[in-house]
């Protein structure tokens, strides 16, 4: 596998060192916050990547925006892949759902990594922060939101249709999809439980096709660091899957012991702050 050149010194600097521990901390931040919110990690992982980045004098170059976005989505793999095992031991994924679901996220996954490709660095994190706000207020409506008469599940004509809107969406900002997939499948009268669960499910194809195509569509671009293959950068997808996976469970922990309304609204607006950080640096 090619990599390409950022040079990389025998004895660990302090810079690397400090570099290793930022992303240790965002991957334990979003294993908590997606046990405790149910937001995916992809919602605290992009954000706090674009922001780490610049902080280390432009990781990535011009391509920053798109580095994080990608690494987002490899690291989601791992966390997907071990969340749609311990719903599925649950009962927790409706299979038949995902099936139909899942050519339509495949192919927007894909679509929505090779449409990145051909977005400014600048624009890609604007449409980021746009998203970001998105969920902050979402968060922030969470309380209020008028219950709906639930619609009845589309076809499997418009079930992929529905899994290509999604995939394209998710790739494009780096998320496993489950603030689009859960309340979608929440008005169709799915039980939040299986609506979750069958969400994970759902992430893992969004993630795999979504980091594939990033890596392809990133390949041979220059000023992309070492250990990186095309928008995919490996250091911080390891440091983050090893500090992520263990404290997602802690997060779901907490979820029964501290007051998740009131967590969620000042998180609804720490991503709103966020968001105009994004937009207008």
């Known amino acids: 596998m090619a990599y390409h050149s950022r040079h990389v010194e025998q004895t660990p600097s302090p810079v690397l060192v400090i570099e290793l521990i930022a992303y240790l901390a965002i991957g334990a931040l979003s294993g908590v916050l997606a046990g405790l919110f149910g937001v995916g990690g992809g919602a605290v992982i992009v954000p706090a990547l674009i ?148 969400s994970a499910a759902c992430g893992l194809p969004i993630a795999v096709a979504g980091a594939l195509g990033f890596v392809l569509v990133g390949w041979g671009r220059s000023g992309l660091p070492d250990w990186s293959s095309g928008f995919v950068y490996w250091p911080a997808v390891l440091a983050m899957l090893l500090a992520s996976i263990p404290t997602a469970p802690l997060g779901a922990r907490l979820a029964h012991s501290l007051p998740v309304p009131l967590l969620k609204r000042l998180f609804g607006v720490l991503l709103l702050l966020i968001a105009a950080r994004l937009a207008f640096s």
């Not at 996954?109 to 604007?126: D, E, F, M, N, T």
């Not at 394209?168 to 009268?189: A, D, E, M, N, Y």
Request: charged share 5%; aromatic share 6%.
């Open 51 to 198: 922001l780490l980045f610049g902080a280390l004098g432009g990781i990535g170059g011009d391509w920053l925006a798109h580095l994080a976005v990608g690494t987002s989505l490899a690291t989601i793999i791992g966390t997907g892949a071990a969340s749609t095992l311990a719903h599925h031991r649950r009962g927790g994924v409706r299979w038949d759902i995902v099936r139909p679901l899942a050519p339509g996220i495949v192919i927007g996954a894909l679509a929505g990594a090779a449409l990145a490709g051909w977005i400014p660095s600048l624009w890609l994190q604007r449409i980021f922060a746009v998203f970001l706000a998105y969920v902050g207020v979402r968060l922030l409506m969470t309380s209020t939101k008028a219950v709906s008469a639930p619609h009845p599940l589309p076809g499997h004509a418009g079930l992929a249709a529905t899994g290509g809107g999604i995939g394209l969406l998710s790739s494009l900002v780096g998320i496993g999809g489950g603030t689009l997939t859960v309340p979608f499948l929440s008005s169709c009268g799915i039980g939040m439980r299986q609506a979750v669960g069958t």
